[in-house]
């Protein structure tokens, strides 16, 4: 629906305003691209919760190769983001963290404990 920074930044804002629930579904690898969702959203009171997938190169190109058109992430993409990758604590102002594992198209998730640290 989004597809650009500035319509994502449109919704981002007038949600934030409202005080509408909203979901980021968005790879933000580091600390400083998920700073902007959670500051923003800190100060005006929402509960941040965050869903961190453990990488998994093999399965990422596997999910990705079913992919067509704009889709499609070439490979070189996704061994850039996972270069840059860097796991979310609670020091960031999450609320809540939890760990997504894939495998074999299934997923399982973990909630972090408050003093989890990667």
Same mark, same amino acid.
Request: one cysteine or more; charged letters at 30%; glycine letters at 6%.
């Given at each position: 629906?989004?597809?650009?920074?500035?319509? +994502?930044?449109?919704?981002?804002?007038? $949600?934030?305003? %409202? /005080?509408?629930?909203?979901?980021?579904?968005? %790879?933000?690898? %580091?600390?400083?691209? #998920?700073?902007? *969702?959670?500051?923003?959203?800190?100060?005006?009171? !929402?509960?941040?919760? =965050?869903? *961190? !997938?453990?990488?998994?190169?093999?399965? $990422?190109?596997? #999910?990705?190769?079913?992919? %067509? =058109?704009? +889709?499609?992430?070439?490979?070189?993409?996704?061994?850039?983001? /996972?270069?840059?990758?860097?796991?979310? &604590?609670?020091?960031? =102002?999450?609320?809540?963290?939890? &760990?997504?594992? &894939?495998?074999? =198209? @299934?997923?399982?998730? +973990?909630?972090?404990?408050?003093?989890? @640290?990667?």
């Amino acid at each position: 629906m989004l597809k650009t920074r500035n319509r +994502e930044n449109i919704y981002l804002q007038a $949600s934030i305003e %409202t /005080m509408q629930p909203f979901v980021v579904d968005n %790879t933000s690898p %580091t600390v400083v691209e #998920r700073k902007k *969702y959670i500051d923003a959203c800190k100060n005006k009171g !929402f509960k941040i919760i =965050g869903y *961190y !997938f453990e990488p998994n190169f093999v399965e $990422s190109i596997k #999910r990705n190769e079913e992919r %067509t =058109g704009k +889709e499609y992430i070439p490979e070189i993409g996704i061994k850039s983001v /996972m270069s840059k990758l860097k796991a979310p &604590s609670y020091e960031e =102002g999450f609320d809540e963290l939890y &760990s997504v594992t &894939s495998s074999e =198209g @299934t997923f399982q998730i +973990e909630k972090q404990p408050e003093n989890y @640290t990667n």
